[in-house]
């Protein structure tokens, strides 16, 4: 053991733990000397049948030494604990365990720089006391004048403690003791915030004031505790919160009920009067005395806003019995008052149950989240009210109800998903229950993120002050004959199914946002909704023709009268709806010109899909056969070679012959029929049509057949936006082929550029296809089905979005044998005006390179299997957030990112706990902290901390000052976790 000792010390061993287990008690240890004049030592841990011999004439010198536990080990001379501590000048955390040791007659800890002590003896039979006169003699010393946490527990002992100095910045204490005169330890502690207190002696005679003292837990386990309650209420002016339990550290430990008459203080104690708030007691007996004891704090606590009382030791019916005593005590808070729990996430209510908050009392359930009240029932309106407002936090809501208040309001700020239904009353119900017509829903709930509204009875008028601005997703199904003031809250919605029986024609709003929609058809006078939605939402790309789903009754109502369309086609049939979809079509005539109306205006539509569910088997097949001969205005399909040349011939006239004089967007999936020269012409067109955004994607049965683009197009000078995908080779030669004199790739207006899985003629191409874009701000470059050329260079001082992709497996069978030149492979980037990065390559094994940094960086997102990820680390310097999973090691880097607020985590890589301290002891400025996985890694596995985890040598200065938010998700509770939480 000491050459093990001595090697360590030699290899500069920082923190260093001994456990000696024997099983005869006889047989202990005796450590090195040199141990005791080792300098760099940190943290040393020594337990059980070790023996401190220190004589007089050695000097201990410990000079790094912050943490010392001392359990159960044992002194060979009173000079041996005191010399100990003499030779640490900077110790700061000191836990001492006298359980299964001997006693020595004097225990002095005299350390100036301790900010945190523990003496503990806990497991001693009461029996030895009578046989060991030494524990009669026994003294403790403590003279610590930084001290900020105490806990203090001898369940045994019958010393005379002494304390020389008082403990001026103490902020909490734990004090267990079994002490004949604790007046000595007591007096000492006055400067103490947070108290948690279990006396066996008296403390009556005594004049101590706790002008500090905010918090305390009294045990009610000692002999008259009820007098020490007195006493502590006396001295401690500034009480707010107090707390009767029992002690953890006594397993046997019972609560005694008051003997005998309690005494009630002389006069009102002013922590009563003024500041006590919080008061709390769990083993309540019921007995005479504790009930006037609980009367008196109740009678004169006037600031009390919780009283939480429970009777555990008690039976569930005479507990609850003895608790409905108290409910006719006279209270001078009004406020205490309260439902309070503070622990409650989630709240399910259903059937039966009445809701009842009375004027005087205040509901608070700080952490709940999650609210259900699934028909129950309301004293008054106010009762629901009041319940919402005690929740300040909650994001999810849910009521089904049966309107027997007047006005019912949802206003929650914090609110993101909302559920209000009702579909169970039956219609002439209504006639005999006057309140429905009179029903107000008032919904105020700014941060809402999914709405799901069914009133399939409602006569009510719903009132909605506030817009959701934040909404993505909403299900209305609402019989409301006004239902405009819902409507016009739901104009940032993306996602919207909704039945509405009451008319929107006149009403001018619009949903700039909506992508999805589904109309139920069993609403009456659907198809002038219809209408309606096509012309308010501009960007819609689905729609759908359904029924509801929350009538069982429903039934899809066929077109009425004559279906007037739209005064002119809608923006979002000419330029964005891809999907229609109708599943109970019918087959009359105004369905037909519905349908030919939307297929012959939506110019890009890829798919529609009609079926007549509502129909027999016969008839239904010879009413679709009738749309065959639709015009559809939208190419997209799989062709025969005769149907792409008459395609081919449409796109030609179509292109050159349109009256629009520019051409915005040209989309071209290039299938199995498709000729360079097709391609070539098309996007010449486009070019002379002034086209500002292009994307190709170059699809192929057989992958080797590639297409290279026209040269022209590197010369377009109006191109915003180009986007190229798969199969698609990028050639750039050194002088492009076009008449003299030759000129150089000039895309002097685009902004944004995408290759994805593209092909590079040679490294030379990328390079000069960038150096001719001045202006361009956002590039993706995805290279995950495509090999890499020799070098990457991304040099491009205007950009300010880049996003470098490789998702591909490393684990496909033979994917690294396909890619020889991944071990060459060089990324060099410089971009200094970037301020998002994004940088994914999960099987890199290459050199990156950047050569110039990153000043106006504000977001990165950087997974990077790179044994040498250094030089990409040290531009990331001025990053505001950053979400980082590493394969290479930092350690060796000293790196500061001064910026850095937001950092997220991945548990995939190896040794992602040094590179976690690493990042805390880099990152001064440091707020949010997440521990996750990776998203791009659909195989990845967060691996548990190996060895042991060592913390930082300082407390990280983000640690001290800033880091307020801290989230793990796939915390396991291993030893080394639980160190690293700690």
């Known amino acids: 053991m000491a050459r093990w000792i001595r090697v360590a010390i030699v290899r500069g061993v920082r923190e260093l733990e001994i456990n000696r287990y024997h099983p005869e008690d006889g047989d202990s240890f005796t450590l090195p000397m040199c141990l005791f004049t080792y300098n760099k030592l940190v943290v040393l841990k020594l337990r059980r049948s070790i023996v401190l011999d220190l004589p007089l004439d050695l000097e201990v010198s410990l000079p790094s030494l912050k943490t010392l536990h001392l359990l159960s080990v044992k002194y060979e001379n009173k000079a041996s604990q005191r010399n100990l501590l003499a030779g640490c000048p900077v110790l700061e955390e000191l836990v001492v365990d006298k359980t299964f040791n001997d006693p020595v007659p004097m225990f002095s800890v005299r350390v100036p720089s301790l900010k945190r002590l523990s003496i503990i003896e ?344 506030v817009n959701m601005p934040e909404l993505v997703e909403a299900n209305v199904k609402l019989v409301s004959k006004s239902p405009e003031k819902l409507m016009r809250s739901l104009t940032s919605v993306k996602r919207l199914s909704l039945c509405l029986y009451g008319s929107m024609l006149k009403h001018n709003i619009m949903f700039n946002q909506l992508v999805h929609l589904e109309l139920c058809g069993c609403c009456p006078k659907w198809w002038d909704l219809l209408t309606w939605m096509l012309q308010s939402s501009p960007k819609l790309k689905v729609l759908k023709l359904n029924n509801c789903v929350e009538r069982s009754f429903c039934s899809v109502k066929p077109i009425q009268g004559c279906w007037r369309q739209p005064r002119s086609v809608p923006e979002c049939l000419m330029c964005h709806l891809n999907t229609f979809e109708w599943k109970y079509y019918s087959g009359i005539q105004e369905e037909k010109e519905m349908v030919a109306y939307i297929l012959g205006n939506a110019k890009r539509l890829k798919t529609a899909e009609i079926s007549a569910l509502g129909l027999s088997s016969e008839e239904g097949p010879w009413k679709l056969k009738e749309l065959a001969s639709l015009h559809a205005f939208s190419t997209h399909g799989t062709y025969d070679e005769d149907e792409y040349t008459r395609f081919r011939k449409y796109v030609d006239k179509f292109m050159v012959f349109h009256k629009s004089p520019v051409l915005e967007a040209l989309n071209l999936d290039i299938g199995i029929y498709s000729s360079y020269d097709d391609v070539a012409t098309w996007i010449r067109i486009a070019m002379v049509r002034s086209v500002r955004e292009l994307e190709i994607n170059r699809y192929r049965m057989d992958d080797n057949d590639s297409f290279t683009l026209p040269t022209c197009l590197f010369t377009y000078e109006k191109l915003v936006v180009l986007k190229l995908y798969k199969n698609i080779i990028v050639d750039v030669p050194l002088d492009l082929e076009v008449p003299l004199p030759p000129l150089e790739v000039s895309l002097s207006s685009l902004k944004t550029l995408h290759l994805l899985s593209v092909q590079y003629e040679s490294e030379q191409s990328l390079r000069r296809l960038l150096a001719g874009c001045p202006v361009l701000e956002e590039l993706v470059v995805d290279k995950t089905y495509n090999w890499p050329v020799p070098s990457l260079s991304f040099i491009v001082p205007s950009l300010k979005r880049l996003s470098i992709l490789d998702n591909e497996d490393e684990d496909n069978d033979g994917s690294t044998e396909e890619r020889p030149m991944l071990p060459d492979c060089r990324v060099s980037i410089n971009v200094p005006s970037l301020k998002y990065l994004n940088y994914v390559d999960i099987c890199d094994f290459s050199h990156l390179c950047t050569s110039k940094h990153m000043p106006e960086l504000v977001e990165a997102n950087v997974r990077l299997v790179c044994k040498s990820p250094g030089n990409l680390m040290r531009s990331l310097t001025s990053v505001k957030r950053l979400s980082l999973c590493l394969y290479g090691s930092m350690l060796q880097h000293n790196i500061v990112f001064y910026q850095l607020v937001h950092l997220e985590l991945c548990g995939c890589g190896p040794k992602w706990w040094d590179l976690l301290k690493w990042m805390l002891k880099s990152s001064p400025k440091l707020q949010v902290l997440k521990l996750n996985n990776c998203a791009e890694r659909y195989y990845c596995d967060v691996k548990p901390i190996e060895g042991r985890w060592g913390h930082p040598q300082s407390v990280p200065e983000c640690l001290m000052f800033h880091l307020n938010t801290f989230e793990w998700k796939y915390y396991n509770g291993e030893r080394e976790e639980k160190k690293m939480v700690a």
């Open 122 to 465: 806990m497991d001693i039979n009461e029996d030895s006391t009578e046989d060991d006169p030494a524990l009669f003699n026994y003294r403790v010393l403590i003279n610590v004048p930084s001290l900020k946490y105490l806990n203090y527990v001898d369940v045994y002992d019958f010393g005379h403690l002494c304390s020389s100095k008082n403990m001026p910045e103490l902020v909490e204490a734990n004090v267990k003791l079994v002490c004949k005169r604790p007046v000595k330890l007591m007096r000492f502690l006055t400067s103490v915030k947070r108290l948690s207190l279990c006396l066996y002696g008296s403390m009556l005679q005594h004049n101590i004031v706790f002008y500090q003292l905010v918090h305390l837990e009294l045990c009610g386990c000692s002999p008259k505790w009820w007098d020490l309650l007195t006493w502590m209420l006396e001295s401690s002016p500034k009480l707010q919160v107090l707390k009767l339990n029992n002690c953890v550290e006594r397993s046997f430990c019972l609560v005694k009920p008051i003997e005998v008459y309690w005494r009630q203080p002389r006069s009102v104690p002013e922590c009563l009067m003024c500041h006590l708030n919080t008061f709390e007691w769990k083993y309540y007996a019921g007995i005479h005395e504790e009930k006037e004891l609980v009367a008196y704090i109740l009678g004169n606590a006037k600031r009390l806003k919780t009283a939480e009382i429970s009777a555990l030791a008690l039976g569930s019916e005479e507990g609850s019995r003895k608790l409905k005593e108290l409910a006719s005590l006279h209270r001078a808070s009004k406020s205490c008052c309260q439902c309070v729990y503070e622990k409650l996430v989630v709240l399910k209510l259903y059937k039966a149950i009445l809701l009842d908050f009375p004027l005087d009392l205040e509901v608070s359930l700080p952490s709940l989240k999650t609210l259900h009240l699934l028909t129950v029932k309301y004293k008054d309106e106010e009762s629901q009210r009041r319940l919402l407002a005690g929740c300040p936090v909650l994001e999810e809501l849910v009521v089904d109800n049966d309107w027997r208040v007047p006005s019912f309001s949802v206003i929650v700020p914090s609110l993101k998903r909302l559920s209000i239904i009702e579909n169970d009353i039956k219609e002439d119900s209504t006639k005999e229950h006057p309140v429905y017509t009179n029903c107000r829903v008032l919904i105020n709930v700014p941060s809402l993120k999914y709405l799901d509204y069914v009133e399939v009875y409602d006569f009510a008028h719903l009132c909605l002050s």
